[in-house]
């Protein structure tokens, strides 16, 4: 697909999230998240739910966790212009509770359809909820985040071969040091990604 046509149809996904009321969450949201970055990343990354900064600016990923990811990219030499962000829940649920299995359901066809439209080489998943949304639509076995973190899966799949890549939530770091080394240390799989990929 060429960047115009990937262009055409994420956009077309954006305004249809913005007017999305098929969970409940619409009722509570300020501004949808629906995600951002190069519409033709090799890396895209998920993570759960917009948080109350993302809420407010429509942005991925810009609070204290925001932070945090973007030290882990800068350690192996991304930035965010080069990936594309996005979380599993494109609403902000209130008070930040982790997200209802039927939030999950009603949103996860928005994912579905930028990670078809994207066709990133490799899905890195930020935490437990996408990191199980991800393992059970490629059919893995599941596994809890902390026996499989920091692994390079690969899966076959209808739109070719990609790497799955399960990390940590960044937010673990902002409570819990030892897992901001986990997570650098994780994110080392990406250095070797890139080198092999020089043209990325
Ligand atoms: S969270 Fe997803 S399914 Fe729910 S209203 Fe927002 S965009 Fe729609």
Redesign the pocket.
Known sequence: MSREEKKTRIEKLRSE?AS????S??KT?TH?VPGEGDLNAKIMFIGEAPGKNEDLQGKPFIGRSGKVFDKLLESVGLTRNQIFLCNI???RPPDNRNPLAT?IH??TR?LDIQIKVIDPQVIATLGNFSTTYIFQKFNLALEKISAVHGQVIGVDTAFGHKKIVPLFHPAVATYNNSKLNVLLNDFCVFKQFLEKNKSF
């Not at 999305?20 to 969970?23: G, Q, S």
């Open positions: 999230i999305c009321k098929r969970c969450l619409h949201r949808t829940l494109k609403c939030e009603a949103c928005n």
